[in-house]
C-alpha cells in the first residue's frame, strides 16, 4: 500500500480510498486481496487484487569470455540491433567476432520499438591456448535449411584462437550448395536438404578437425500406425525425490499436477528401526500422505540402526551411513519393510533400492573397500527381500546400487557376481552434469567451465551417452532379464551441489535443458538402447536451496520452502506436466516411442522426439538454439489416427502451458502434416487426438 485518505472513522455517506503500487520482482501475473475491516455489517470487506508483469528486456549471455577471433552468439528478449566496443557483431543477428587482442569488450543491444531502451554487457576477450587436441564444437549438427549454426575449434575442449581455416565438403568456405562458413566458424546452411562435412584447421599447428552438418528442411516422425510396440514407456517414468518433505496435501496435489506419479525416498531405517522392535508410524505416515492420489513409492532401504552400528564407530559416533555389524540381521530388516510395505500399502511400494551412493561416504567404509562391502550386503539383503516379495505375492522389485554417476566398475562387478546378477530387477544410477567446482557453467558460453549445452550434448558424458553405456553393460550381464533388465535414472540435475547456477530454475533454460534431457534419453531406442529407462527420477520435488519443482517464487529463485508459504511451480514444473500430466501429452500413464524421428538426435540443433499414448500421438519439439525456425513443416506419417484434430502446446516464459489448435492436412492414409514456428530456447509439442 503506497498511500490512503482512510482514517479511524467516515462519515456517511462520505468516501476515501487507498492506492496499491504493484511492484513485482519477477515476470508473471500475481493476486492478492485487499481487506477493510469497518464497524458495520459484513466486515471485512474484500477487494480482490492482481496484476501482470512482462519479461524484461534481457540479452544473453552476460559477462561471457571469449578467446581472440572466437565467435559468439547474442541473443535478446525483444527485437533489437546489435553494436560493439570491439571486435565486431550482426547489427540484427547477434554473432559477435572477437577481436584479435585480448582486452575488454562492451555489447549493447538497443531495443527497435519507441523507447530505444539499451542493455549492455562486457565481453572478456582471452588469449587462446598454445597447444592442445583440435577439436570442433559441435561435432554434429542439425541445422535447418537457411538457419545459422556456430562451430568452435577447440584445443583440448577450451576454444581455440589460432588462425583457423574451414572448409565445408572441400571447399574453403564453403558455396551456396554446401552452405557458406567463416573463419569465425559461423556457419549459414544452404536452401536444400542433405549431410555435409566440416573440415578445420589450425594454421598455427597444423593440425585438423572435423564435424558432421545435416541439414534439414522438415521434422518428420513415423508412428507405424501405432503398431510399434517395441519400445515401451512405462507407466509413472517420471518421479521425484524428497516428496515426503512437501507439507500440505494442496503442495503434493501441485506436484502430482506435474505429471509426477513416483516418489523416492529413505525409509527411514534409524528411526523405525531405533530398536529392534519397529515403530512404523513415521514411514507409514509418509507413505499414506504420498500415495494418496495414485503416486507409486520407491524406498530407499539406506542406513544403519543403532543397534547395529559399530561401537566404535569409524564415520563417529551415532553416524547411521556405517556398515552394519551383522548384514543377516540388517537384511532381516529390508525383508521386514517388503512385507510391513505389501500388508499396510498393497501395489503402493513398487521398488525398493538398496542403499544411496555407496561409492561415496554416504557408505562409510574405506573407498577401496565400497564395492567389495556393497556387494557383500546386497547378496545378503536382496535374496531375503526377494523371498518375501514372493511370498506376499506382490509385483514390487529390489535394485540398485544407486551410485553417484554411473559407474561402469559397479555395473559389471554385480552383472556378472553370480549370486547379484540373480537377484536384482533393477539396476540404478544418478547423474549430474557439473560439479562444486562448475558452478559458473553458462548455456553456450565458454567462460573458464564448458558450457551447459555441449556438456549435455556433445561431450560423450551427455545424458544420452551414460544411458547408452549402462545399456550396454546391463546386455553382457548374467542377470535372467538379460539386455531387458530395467534401467532406473533414480537421481538427475543440472549440478549436484545446493548452490546457483545459470540454468536450473531459469525461466527461459530450464524447460530448455530438462526438455533435451528426457528427449535424449528416450531416443536411446534410435542409436542402439533395446528400451527406454523404467524410472526417471527428478532432484527434487522441494529442498532447499536450488533444488525443487514447487516452491516460493522469489527474485533468487532458490526454492525456499518456508513453513507456511504457497508454493508454486517452477519452470522445470511445466516441462514434466507437458509430458506426463494427462490433460496434456499423458506418459505418466505410459506409452510408446515412434518408429522413427527426423532430424535424429545430434550434438547440436533442433532436438525432436515422438511417442504415442493410449489417447493421442505426440511430437515434441525442443529448441536449445538461438535461432528461430519459422513455419517448418512437420509430418507425422501413419499416425493410425482418422480424421483427427491437433493441438499446439507451447511453455510460455517458463510460466504456463498454451494450447490452441492447429490444422492438419492429409498426407493420405493416416499421415498429415502442419505447420510451425519455433522460437529460440523453446519448448513445444504437437499432440494428434480424436
Known amino acids: 500500500m503506497s498511500s490512503k485518505t482512510c482514517g479511524t472513522s467516515l462519515g456517511v455517506s462520505a468516501s476515501c480510498t487507498v492506492s496499491v503500487v504493484f511492484k513485482p520482482t519477477v515476470a508473471g501475473t500475481r493476486s492478492a486481496t485487499l481487506a477493510f475491516t469497518d464497524t458495520g455489517a459484513g466486515s471485512p470487506r474484500f477487494v480482490a487484487l492482481s496484476g501482470s508483469s512482462l519479461a524484461p ?11 581472440v577471433n572466437e565467435a559468439l552468439q547474442f541473443s535478446a528478449t525483444t527485437d533489437v540491433t546489435w553494436a560493439t566496443s570491439c571486435g565486431t557483431i550482426g547489427s540484427t543477428s547477434g554473432v559477435y567476432s572477437a577481436p584479435s587482442t585480448t582486452g575488454t569488450c562492451t555489447v549493447t543491444a538497443t531495443e527497435l520499438d519507441a523507447k530505444h531502451a539499451a542493455v549492455s554487457t562486457s565481453v572478456k576477450v582471452t588469449s587462446s591456448p598454445a597447444s592442445g587436441t583440435l577439436g570442433v564444437y559441435p561435432t554434429s549438427a542439425a541445422v535447418y535449411v537457411g538457419s545459422e549454426q556456430i562451430f568452435q575449434a577447440q584445443l583440448s575442449t577450451v576454444p581455440d584462437g589460432h588462425s583457423l581455416t574451414y572448409s565445408i565438403d572441400g571447399v574453403t568456405g564453403g558455396n551456396a550448395t554446401t552452405g557458406t562458413i567463416t573463419n569465425q566458424g559461423v556457419y549459414k546452411a544452404p536452401a536444400t536438404a542433405g549431410t555435409h562435412h566440416l573440415s578445420v584447421k589450425d594454421n598455427s599447428l597444423g593440425t585438423t578437425a572435423t564435424a558432421t552438418i545435416v541439414v534439414f528442411s522438415k521434422v518428420a516422425v513415423d508412428f507405424a500406425a501405432r503398431a510399434t510396440t517395441l519400445h515401451v514407456i512405462p507407466p509413472h517414468i517420471f518421479g521425484a525425490e524428497r516428496m515426503d518433505s512437501l507439507r500440505t496435501t494442496a503442495d503434493l496435489d501441485l ?25 512404523w508410524a513415521s514411514i507409514d505416515a509418509a507413505v499414506q500422505r504420498i500415495s494418496a492420489g495414485g503416486v507409486k513409492v520407491m524406498l530407499q532401504i539406506y542406513q544403519t540402526p543403532p543397534w547395529l552400528q559399530p561401537a566404535s564407530n569409524p564415520c563417529g559416533a551415532g553416524n547411521a551411513n556405517a556398515l552394519p555389524t551383522d548384514l543377516n540381521a540388517w537384511g532381516k530388516i529390508a525383508a521386514q519393510y517388503v512385507q510391513h510395505m505389501d500388508t499396510k500399502f498393497p501395489g503402493v511400494v513398487t521398488d525398493y533400492e538398496i542403499w544411496n551412493e555407496p561409492n561415496t561416504t554416504a557408505f562409510c567404509v574405506p573407498a577401496d573397500q565400497r564395492l567389495v562391502q ?19 505375492h506382490s509385483p514390487a522389485r529390489v535394485g540398485g546400487p544407486a551410485t553417484a554417476g554411473m559407474q561402469s566398475t559397479w555395473v559389471t562387478a554385480m552383472l556378472s557376481d553370480p549370486i547379484i546378477s540373480q537377484q536384482i530387477d533393477f539396476l540404478s544410477y544418478h547423474d549430474y552434469m557439473f560439479s562444486n567446482v562448475q558452478l559458473g557453467a553458462q548455456w553456450n558460453t565458454y567462460n573458464g567451465t564448458m558450457s551447459v549445452y555441449q556438456k549435455t550434448q556433445n561431450t560423450g558424458a551427455g545424458p544420452l551417452d551414460v544411458y547408452l553405456n549402462a545399456a550396454k553393460l546391463v546386455g553382457l550381464g548374467k542377470q535372467p532379464q538379460g539386455k531387458n533388465l530395467p534401467i532406473y535414472n ?5 549440478n549436484w551441489n545446493f548452490a546457483k547456477n545459470c540454468c536450473a530454475n531459469d525461466y527461459t533454460y ?9 528427449a535424449d534419453v528416450l531416443n536411446s531406442v534410435y542409436v542402439g538402447a533395446p ?19 514447487v516452491a516460493q517464487i522469489d ?17 522445470q ?99 498429415y502434416s502442419t505447420v510451425a514456428t519455433i522460437e529460440p530456447y523453446s519448448v513445444q509439442a504437437i499432440s494428434i487426438h480424436h
Open 57 to 67: 528486456f534481457a540479452i544473453q549471455p552476460t559477462s561471457p569470455t571469449v578467446v
Open 255 to 279: 506436484v502430482k499436477a506435474g505429471g509426477i506419479r513416483y516418489a523416492r525416498f529413505y525409509a527411514l531405517i534409524p528411526t523405525v528401526f531405533k530398536t529392534s522392535t519397529p515403530n
Open 374 to 392: 556393497y556387494m557383500k550386503l546386497y547378496s545378503v539383503a536382496a535374496p531375503l527381500m526377494r523371498n518375501q516379495i514372493n511370498l506376499d
Open 490 to 494: 533414480t537421481e538427475y540435475n543440472l
Open 510 to 518: 530450464s524447460p530448455v535443458w530438462n526438455g533435451m534431457y528426457i
Open 531 to 549: 528400451n527406454t529407462p523404467s524410472q526417471m527420477v527428478y532432484f527434487a520435488a522441494v529442498a532447499q536451496p536450488y533444488f525443487c519443482l
Open 555 to 571: 527474485a533468487n529463485m532458490d526454492c525456499s520452502y518456508p513453513v507456511g508459504s504457497v508454493p508454486q511451480p517452477y519452470p
Open 573 to 671: 514444473h511445466f516441462l514434466y506436466q507437458l509430458l506426463g500430466a494427462t490433460r496434456y501429452l499423458g506418459l505418466q500413464d505410459g506409452g510408446y516411442m515412434a518408429k522413427s524421428i527426423s532430424p535424429s538426435t545430434l550434438g547440436n540443433g533442433l532436438v525432436v522426439t515422438a511417442f504415442y499414448t493410449t489417447n493421442l500421438d505426440a511430437i515434441v519439439l525442443i529448441n536449445p538454439t538461438q535461432e528461430t525456425f519459422t513455419n517448418i513443416t512437420v509430418s507425422a506419417a501413419n499416425t493410425g489416427l482418422a480424421s483427427p484434430q491437433g493441438t499446439l502446446y507451447q511453455i510460455v516464459n517458463g510460466q504456463s502451458i498454451q494450447s490452441s489448435p492447429i490444422s492438419l492436412q492429409s498426407l493420405g492414409g493416416t499421415s
